[in-house]
């Protein structure tokens, strides 16, 4: 392990902002979206600076809407130790997972949770991606290859890998999906969630929240006969 | 831009009624609805007095739950100048449509949402128009022509107008939908959401709620095969 | 108009049980739950003592999360006269139907919600009453012909009124169906919502808590195709 | 009545993870599930050391979101005496139900609710059991046989009795589900809800919300008209 003075100083901050904090105040926002039920789901965060390079991730197993910043490990980037590991606890299983976003994507943070409705997509979409169009929320989410976002009248497709056993044995696929899909954010996983990406902490909440309110509506669409994916029908005089 | 002595103290006040404050504790309350999702929608009101006239506009792309006072642009309404512009932020898409409910109807406050209820009425109603009739929630909808409210055995319909690319692109729709329906406290956007405005910040906000109910009441009628703008049935005896 | 000595010691009270304080934290916990969605609903507490019968009712038009002890009516039971009335303010249009419960059934306060599961069961239910069997949180509803609770096995009907223009003119048939119905605790009025009491405030809220479950229960079932008053089926072995 | 030096030493601790104060809290996050609705439903946890063994019990009828430390019943484990007995209240009507978790499998905790999901999922399925079948959450349900937990490739089964006219009569039946059903952590109770423990109060948390996750998505799968049981579908290129 990457030996480091204080290794405490690393997650005590008085600034809400603090990975070690945001982490925290986040879990229990996503807790009460019902993205973390039942210790299920997580989040990490990326800390780049001039001097340091270090992901904050959350603990498995501990109650989302009560983590502390004393339970976050905190790995140094580039030489993946860690430089702090809380007593009687393991990182999240999704850890991996998180990795492959930084690594591949050089995201600055990761989410994934367990949301019903990211779920019911992946079982209403039969085959490799979920799509769909036409809704203003869309503009939400980012097309790298402008630099840009989304546009209203894009399609929206995220990739849908399949479940495995073993979370940490989703990784090959995960960055399979990764790169076949170079402008995704985001790839499902079915009949288990989603993982979300962002630059930032604010960007990746914000996709997150938005493809979710469009897996929601998505699943409120087909239960009223919709296609989520159809195309904008005429208007009728 | 319009000359202050100083910005700041239009948006410090310990009164939690203070227009920046409120615009705080209001998009907490949104959010909390899924009105503002992925730092979508959001709300802007007008403080007249007899010295002053300003437009409290909030920002773009910031979290809705963690919006503070020093976040807020101030715009003075006959000059339509900015008094007060945070550091590092633009303001929100919204304003033009804002400003239309304010110089087109007088309205003291204007809130915007992505409620998927909303865009839920605007894909189950093929035409221009969205209806509901004989609910008693309708009663907390004003009636202009008359001074008044609208009546239990009324109908009440909403314009409909189409998503554009850009949402600055829907002023003119929206203005043309403010003109032909002067009844109307609310414009929906086809796939996208709802303007509702008021007198009052108060005012806007029950009517917002209130309109929202209704689309919530109206999805979960077409879930059950009931018609919201349907007649009311005579009692089986 | 009554004459007292201070009415502000009325609402005036550190006890966060007095009704003035009550009606403000119950609001709040309503407006969560969507019964009192823009200003709609509201709730009517009795307090009877040696030496008072005070009547305690919230104003019309107030956000009801938002609502404060200074906003409360005080009513003079035995003589119907206001002995505190907030300045600027109207009590709530449900009065005479707050009242109706207490006169008619000696309640200690009386809720009225706006709850969608409450209209939608009104809108599936074409007679003049809501049933609902077999199901446990039926045993919650009081059973006064045999002063205990309901059981398992019982049928619960919830009379149905039809709505009015005026909220004031519900008051001779919501009379009318507390007289036909002896056992119930609530009257659902059609398109509307409805109006649930009980002895203590407390019970007031455990059986309008009791009777939405069982709406939002019903409304589920029939999306499922179930009957919510049909028989146990058999256990298929 | 076993005698106890002093009592209330048993229930006033500043530790927010004291079995007294825990109830409380734990209490409060039912009640935003509506697990708890009308004062129904409930939580007991048995505080086990070298020197005492212990049962915490909620009262019966009291508001679940207004819990008190001080309105805790305290029993000796091994003598089944109450060592604290609140004035003016009884225990919860589950307190058997409780015990037979404790009893006959050691748990740490155990957590009853009338979650509306558990309730759909008896009446949807017919037979004596409910399934659900490769879902990701599934992998928070212990597997007692193997020491660990359920696979992602794993069919959950659930045992299903039948309610009766008094909670307590349930005890039987829910003693002869734990036998026949030795993996299970838990008991659905048709048209009722569920009982569900774990070896410390948090795997019980953990793996109540677990399965309320599950009920709900299997219900959300039925109303689109999916298998919550069925196998996993090819996927179609």
């Known amino acids: 392990m990457t030996s480091i003075a204080d290794p405490e100083a ?3 901050s008085e600034d809400s902002n603090h990975p070690a904090n945001l982490i925290c105040s986040l879990c229990r926002n996503f807790y009460t979206h019902g993205w973390v039920t039942g210790t299920g789901g997580g989040i990490s965060i990326r800390d780049r600076d001039e001097d340091h390079d270090h992901v904050f991730i959350a603990p498995s197993g ?3 809407e009560r983590m502390l910043p004393e339970n ?4 140094d980037f580039s030489t993946k130790q860690y430089l702090r590991t809380p007593p009687a606890l393991k990182p999240s299983a999704c850890t991996p997972l998180f990795m492959a976003a930084f690594t591949k994507r050089g995201a600055g943070a990761c989410i994934h949770t367990h949301s019903q409705a990211a779920v019911l997509c992946t079982l209403m979409s039969k085959g490799k991606t979920f799509s769909i169009a036409n809704i203003e929320q869309i503009k939400a989410i980012p097309k790298p290859s402008t630099g840009g976002y989304m546009g209203y009248f894009d399609t929206l497709t995220i ?3 399949e479940n495995t056993a073993h ?3 989703l990784k090959d696929s995960l960055e399979k999906a990764i790169e076949e899909y170079p402008e995704t954010c985001a790839v ?3 009949r288990h969630g989603v993982y979300v990406w962002g630059d930032t902490v604010w960007k990746a909440k914000t ?9 929601e509506l998505a699943v409120k669409m087909w239960q009223l006969g919709l296609d989520p994916a159809g195309p904008i029908t005429p208007v009728e005089e």
């Not at 976050?72 to 790995?75: L, S, T, W, Y």
């Open 167 to 169: 979370e940490e044995d």
């Open 207 to 215: 996709q997150c929240e938005s493809l979710d309110y469009l897996f």
């Open 159 to 161: 990739p849908i890998i």
């Open 188 to 190: 499902l996983v079915r």
């Open 72 to 75: 976050m490990f905190v790995m």
């Open 10 to 12: 690393l997650i005590r």
């Open 62 to 64: 501990v109650q989302k």
